[in-house]
C-alpha cells in the first residue's frame, strides 16, 4: 500500500451516510464507504487525476458545489433571502447596513436532511437518501451571460461571470424588485 492510499485510508475527508461509492470533501477522490459492524467506514478507491468527482464518480463535469469550490457568496442585488449557488443546503440573507446601501451577508445552513428552498425561504426540500442534494441549485455555468431565472422562486435570477478576473465562471445572484419576475429572453425583470 502507498503512503496516498494510506493516509486517505487513515484521515479520509469524507463522511460516509449511506452504503456506496461516495466523493471526497476535495472534489478530487472516490471513496467507498463499507459497512463495518454498526458503522459506515471509507476505503479509499481513486483519485480523480484530470476529473473531478461529481455524482460519486470520476467525471469530466465538475458539480456546481466543486466548480465554485472556496468562492464566497457576493450580495450583489436587493436586500433578500437568496440560495447559496453551489449548495443546496446553504442560503444566504442579504441585509442593508445601518443608514447604508451597503449590504451585508449572513450565511446558514439547513440542519438535518432537508434543504433550502428559495421559494418558501425555509429548510423544507427533503434531501434523498445520505444526505444529498436531487440537483445543483443553480444551473452550472457554461459561459460568461448564461442567465435565468431560478425555476423555484422567478424573482431571483443568475448571471454567470468571471470571478474576480479568474477563470472560474460564478453564478452571480440577483433579485427582481417588488415581486417581478426574470425574463432571460429580455434580461430583464416584468
Known amino acids: 500500500m502507498d503512503i496516498y492510499t494510506y493516509l486517505h485510508n487513515r484521515f479520509p475527508p469524507v463522511t ?4 456506496g461509492p461516495k466523493c471526497g470533501d476535495d472534489c478530487q477522490t472516490l471513496y467507498f464507504c ?23 464518480r470520476c467525471s469530466r463535469n465538475p458539480s456546481l458545489e466543486c466548480a465554485i469550490k ?15 449557488p453551489g449548495s443546496c443546503k446553504k442560503f444566504h440573507y442579504c441585509v442593508p447596513e445601518y443608514e447604508s446601501d451597503q449590504l451585508n451577508r449572513t450565511t446558514s445552513a439547513c440542519k438535518g436532511n432537508f434543504g433550502y428552498n428559495p421559494r ?5 426540500v427533503p434531501l434523498l437518501p445520505g ?12 459561459r460568461p451571460g448564461d442567465n435565468g431565472a431560478i425555476k423555484a422562486n422567478p424573482t431571483l435570477y443568475y448571471i ?14 440577483h433579485m427582481c424588485a417588488n415581486g417581478k ?9 416584468q
Open 70 to 84: 472556496g468562492i464566497d457568496f457576493e450580495c450583489r442585488s436587493l436586500e433578500g433571502m437568496y440560495p447559496d
Open 160 to 173: 454567470c461571470g468571471r470571478y474576480l478576473g479568474t477563470g472560474i465562471l460564478y453564478p452571480y445572484l
Open 131 to 142: 444526505g444529498t442534494c436531487s440537483g445543483d441549485p443553480i444551473p452550472l455555468c457554461r
Open 34 to 56: 463499507t459497512r463495518v459492524g454498526d458503522e459506515l467506514i471509507p476505503q479509499y478507491l481513486d483519485t480523480c487525476r484530470g476529473l473531478t468527482c461529481n455524482k460519486d
Open 16 to 19: 460516509c451516510t449511506v452504503p
Open 181 to 189: 419576475t426574470y425574463n432571460a429572453t429580455l434580461f430583464d425583470c
Open 120 to 124: 418558501t425561504t425555509y429548510c423544507d
